[in-house]
């Protein structure tokens, strides 16, 4: 089915000039990106996109990379969206992630991971409408 899913390039990526790369790799999966911006999340942003993670040790790292420099973040679409991006994202921990993937290339560790995305329709949905407005967003006619 046609889905939307929610990307996030994180500061380590982002610092690592490697947006266009990771673009580059959601295009050729035939993700169309539909909506983007960069952002420099805020401790209250960060906390209340992670809000999910809030008892788990790792919370407060998190909130503090997450607010190290800015992030960019998208809405992609295409068949099969969720799966798709997750695939080419590779596992949390860069060292499970398969070759090829971009955790596999692109993340130091697994609290720098350079990428997140949805882990499923739902939170795909709830995580657009956290970071877009529907104006904001521009469905492909052609
Ligand atoms: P992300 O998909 O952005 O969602 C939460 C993030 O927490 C995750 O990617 C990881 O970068 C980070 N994290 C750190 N430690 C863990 C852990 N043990 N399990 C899951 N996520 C972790």
Redesign the pocket.
């Known amino acids: 089915a046609l889905e939307r899913t929610f990307s996030?390039i994180k500061p380590d990526a982002v610092a690592k000039n490697v947006i266009g790369a990771i673009y580059n790799r959601f295009e050729s999966a035939k993700l169309r990106i539909v909506a983007s911006k960069m952002v420099h999340l805020s401790k209250e942003q960060a906390e209340g996109f992670?809000a999910e993670?809030s008892e788990r040790p790792?919370f407060n790292a998190?909130v503090s990379f997450m607010t190290s420099g800015p992030v960019m973040v998208q809405v992609l679409e295409g068949e099969n969206a969720v799966l798709r991006h997750r695939e080419i994202m590779g596992a949390?921990n860069p060292a499970e992630a398969l070759a090829g993937t971009l955790r596999a290339d692109y993340a130091a560790s697994?609290?720098e991971?350079a990428v997140?995305?949805s882990d499923a329709a739902e939170s795909a949905a709830r995580e657009i409408a956290y970071f877009f407005s529907d104006e904001e967003i521009c469905p492909r006619t052609r």
Do not use: E, Q
């Open positions: 996030i992670y993670h790792f998190l949390t697994i609290d991971n997140h995305g």
